[in-house]
């Protein structure tokens, strides 16, 4: 068993969501090493060496399991908590800084926020680190956000790696060097407006941790189990979702997504599926046909509401005025998470919130 002798470093028992400054803790900018002594890297190397997403030992599997219910009971009362509606951007994770899509879906994710939507994301780099950059300055001026957008593409790309810990727990520290050039400007900018700026919600994993953590994000629900991950993210963005260009990983989202639009209960709003790049989604990935053969054709949606609830947009405008015509709200998250089976963790949730308020203001009292 690889990871058994490494100390396990997270709290597997937690009663609120991560800030992305608490899983980077330990990160030095003028120190490449630092990377490595950050929690978020700590609890990968552990991931890793304990057997990645099947645990060889089982202290490991227990304890990652442990932690993955707490993350999503304070996901929950989070969401809860949240007075605003929740969406999501999905898209590639290689999506270079410097692009011109890149710079799309900060603005996206600007407007949504400065409109009061609660922006989520898988939490990593590309478009996901586009999500929480847009979000964060939907403050700020956009002068500002040009700065943040210039300072971010003196490192435009992450380096493809997914060796950076080996199957023993050997971390690469050149590989780890890089990860920190990378993260550095971002960090920066974290740390600039973390005080004042837009929140969002990061929903990553562990299995893709040689991608590190978004340092954009406000709130963080890191889990181990990626299937977790998927599937909690996909019925918080009950509001709707905005997919941009990507690979597998965002086609697997797209129909992970459409089918739990399928599946619906009947007091359940239909989440839109809003589709950005009308060139990509026509004709290199040209996914509508085959969702109206899924949703007309087994008469699960009319073609006047397939239409006003599944399109494909070109400009930032169109994506985002889109979203606002099925008029988001904080009720049609409640109404999913509730109809998936989150109800009663969010009951429990609330319930302890509630006992640990008590006791705090008990003791204060006494």
């Given at each position: 068993?690889?990871?058994a002798?490494?100390?396990?470093p997270f709290?597997p028992?937690?009663?609120?969501?991560?800030?992305?400054?608490?899983?980077?803790?330990?990160?030095?900018?003028?120190?490449?090493?630092?990377?490595a002594?950050?929690?978020?890297?700590?609890?990968?190397?552990?991931?890793?060496?304990?057997?990645?997403a099947?645990?060889?030992?089982?202290y490991?599997?227990?304890?990652?399991?442990?932690h993955?219910?707490?993350?999503?009971?304070?996901?929950?009362?989070?969401?809860?908590?949240?007075?605003?509606?929740?969406?999501?951007?999905?898209?590639?994770h290689?999506?270079s800084r410097?692009?011109?899509?890149?710079?799309?879906?900060?603005?996206?994710?600007r407007?949504?926020?400065?409109?009061?939507?609660?922006?989520?994301?898988?939490?990593?780099?590309?478009?996901?680190e586009?999500?929480?950059?847009?979000?964060?300055?939907?403050?700020?001026?956009?002068?500002?956000?040009?700065?943040?957008?210039?300072?971010?593409q003196?490192?435009?790309?992450?380096?493809?790696?997914?060796?950076?810990?080996?199957?023993?727990?050997?971390?690469?520290m050149?590989?780890?060097?890089?990860?920190?050039?990378?993260?550095k400007?971002?960090?920066?900018?974290?740390q600039?407006?973390?005080?004042?700026g837009?929140?969002?919600?990061?929903?990553?994993?562990?299995?893709?941790?040689?991608?590190?953590v978004?340092?954009?994000?406000?709130r963080?629900?890191?889990?181990?189990?990626?299937?977790?991950?998927?599937d909690?993210?996909?019925?918080?963005a009950?509001?709707g979702i905005?997919?941009t260009?990507?690979?597998?990983?965002?086609l697997?989202?797209?129909?992970?997504g459409?089918?739990?639009?399928?599946?619906?209960?009947k007091?359940?709003?239909?989440?839109?599926?809003?589709?950005?790049?009308?060139?990509?989604?026509?004709?290199?990935?040209?996914v509508?046909?085959?969702?109206?053969?899924?949703?007309?054709?087994?008469?699960?949606?009319?073609?006047?509401?397939f239409?006003?609830l599944?399109?494909?947009?070109?400009?930032?405008?169109?994506?985002?005025?889109?979203?606002?015509e099925q008029?988001?709200?904080k009720?049609?998250?409640a109404?999913?998470?509730?109809a998936?089976?989150?109800?009663?963790?969010?009951?429990?949730?609330?319930?302890?919130?509630?006992?640990?308020?008590?006791?705090?203001?008990?003791?204060?009292e006494?």
């Amino acid at each position: 068993m690889p990871g058994a002798n490494l100390e396990v470093p997270f709290q597997p028992i937690r009663n609120d969501l991560y800030t992305s400054l608490e899983l980077m803790d330990g990160f030095a900018p003028d120190d490449p090493d630092s990377t490595a002594r950050t929690l978020d890297f700590r609890c990968y190397r552990y991931f890793v060496a304990s057997g990645a997403a099947a645990p060889s030992d089982p202290y490991a599997g227990m304890m990652e399991a442990l932690h993955d219910h707490s993350i999503m009971r304070a996901m929950s009362l989070f969401l809860d908590e949240v007075d605003v509606p929740s969406v999501a951007i999905m898209g590639d994770h290689k999506e270079s800084r410097d692009t011109p899509t890149y710079g799309q879906i900060v603005e996206i994710a600007r407007r949504l926020t400065q409109r009061g939507c609660l922006v989520a994301s898988g939490g990593g780099p590309g478009a996901m680190e586009a999500t929480h950059l847009g979000a964060l300055l939907a403050n700020a001026s956009d002068d500002e956000v040009g700065e943040a957008k210039e300072l971010l593409q003196t490192v435009p790309k992450l380096p493809a790696s997914t060796t950076v810990v080996s199957d023993d727990g050997i971390v690469d520290m050149k590989i780890v060097g890089k990860l920190h050039n990378w993260a550095k400007p971002a960090f920066e900018l974290a740390q600039r407006y973390m005080s004042n700026g837009g929140q969002s919600l990061a929903v990553p994993t562990w299995y893709y941790g040689s991608e590190p953590v978004s340092p954009l994000a406000t709130r963080v629900a890191k889990y181990f189990q990626n299937s977790i991950r998927e599937d909690v993210l996909l019925t918080l963005a009950a509001n709707g979702i905005v997919y941009t260009a990507g690979a597998a990983g965002t086609l697997q989202e797209v129909f992970q997504g459409a089918a739990q639009n399928y599946y619906r209960k009947k007091h359940e709003a239909f989440a839109p599926m809003i589709f950005f790049g009308a060139e990509f989604w026509t004709n290199t990935m040209p996914v509508l046909p085959v969702l109206e053969a899924l949703f007309v054709g087994n008469k699960n949606l009319s073609p006047q509401d397939f239409k006003r609830l599944v399109a494909v947009v070109d400009t930032v405008d169109e994506a985002v005025d889109r979203l606002f015509e099925q008029e988001p709200s904080k009720q049609k998250t409640a109404t999913r998470m509730e109809a998936k089976g989150f109800g009663p963790m969010m009951a429990a949730a609330r319930s302890l919130q509630k006992q640990a308020h008590f006791s705090s203001r008990h003791s204060l009292e006494g």
